[in-house]
């Protein structure tokens, strides 16, 4: 996994944005050093065992995965192009992932620090709002739901117009 | 018509399924599913369709061999 | 290590901030998982092989020990109390520190991502303009130099005054 | 009284050295500093001086124990 999830912008991106298994962070953050930059920056979005005052068990995502890996692989394009990042990466798990997992991981490299962390920021703003991914909630009391869609539609009238917060 | 449903909406529809009748647009595709199933209606609007993996409009022409994928408002992260 | 350098809210701060040694990386962001937090960023600094148009082959940092690690401990404690974080973590390095290697690192994990990279900013940039540790860049060419000073004063007027980035 | 310096104030001085004349304040053991090697004014001037791990300012009384630090700015990160 470690060489095919990161956006080396000469190579174009051929990596796969989604897992089906655990993420291997300390594999991927070893992948991330790059001898030009001085900042790393990584996020780990993680279940946590509780969700609108409700007991978590466990979640479970599913994607279009096609889709999914196709704006995962854009979005990092951009974020490059925007701040000439040394490393961008981002895997999106499917799947089981149980309380203090990872369910997604964002990990951006460059010189200075500014431009790591708002790069990483960016990203995963991108990913929450536009790829084709959901969250399955399985509450301690064997209840399920689908939730914490994105609503911005009903904001902006358009389905293909968010509010991202890194633009707060 | 090959039609694949995700997430929330498997709560109102098979997650495979076909629509037989002759549909033009996107549209009248919608229309056929709020037919099947009336309580989706909702959160079909809240939904936006794709072919072929890429996002269409409601005005969209389709032809009988293309694959469907009803897209809810993303959850990740 | 691992315990020792997080900022535990009940517990106090008896952490050591500072390490002659390499930085175990995993091993702090295995220890920054919590069940309440969705949201884990790390930031890492770490030695570029150029500054200022020079060729680095090292850093050295050099610190006023017992008072780094009271500041450290102290910033910790002021980024719990601004986003009541789940855990903060802080670990700047002595010594040598090759290209690549990390200089200093910042977990945060908070419920929510806005806090989580806000207080992680907040912590590295008064790390980098308070914690009396100093930087002595070895170039490849042989020479060395003290660099990269904070330079506030000349703005504020007052050496304990800083403008700090994420103000900005 | 005992002084230790650090980092680029190691060009102008040692890093641990005695100041045997009696100095009240902080002032004026700057003063002395400076008599002991010009060249460290402007450096100096950008210092700030700790006694017993506590910043201190100019006007500070020492006591002929104290330990004091001569700390640069920051250049950590």
């Not at chain 1, 490393?87 to 089981?96: C, E, L, M």
Request: with cysteine.
């Amino acid at each position: 996994m470690t060489a095919s999830t990161s956006y080396h912008p000469a190579a174009g991106d051929n990596a796969n944005h989604l897992s089906a298994t655990a993420i291997d962070i300390p594999a991927l953050l070893a992948s991330a050093h790059h001898p030009k930059a001085g900042a790393i920056v990584l996020f780990s979005g993680e279940t946590r065992d509780n969700s609108h005052g409700r007991e978590v068990s466990y979640l479970e995502y599913e994607a279009q995965e096609t889709m999914a890996n196709k704006m995962i692989a854009d979005i990092l394009k951009q974020a490059n192009e925007k701040w000439q990042l040394n490393i961008a990466i981002a895997v999106h798990r499917t799947g089981k992932v149980a309380v203090s997992e990872t369910a997604v991981v964002v990990i951006t490299a460059s010189a200075h620090r500014s431009e790591a962390y708002a790069a990483n920021r960016f990203i995963i703003d991108k990913i929450k709002h536009e790829a084709p991914i959901w969250k399955c909630e399985y509450f301690t009391d064997g209840s399920k739901e689908w939730g914490g869609n994105c609503n911005c539609r009903q904001i902006t009238g358009d389905a293909s117009k968010h509010i991202y917060e890194f633009e707060k | 018509m090959q039609i694949q449903v995700y997430a929330i909406l498997k709560n109102y529809f098979d997650k495979d399924f076909t629509v037989e009748e002759a549909v033009n647009t996107i549209e009248s595709l919608n229309t056929i599913l709020i037919q099947r199933n009336p309580s989706a209606k909702d959160i079909l609007a809240g939904c936006r369709y794709a072919v072929n993996d890429n996002f269409v409009d409601n005005q969209f022409q389709l032809q009988p061999n293309d694959s469907i994928h009803i897209i809810p408002p993303s959850s990740g992260g």
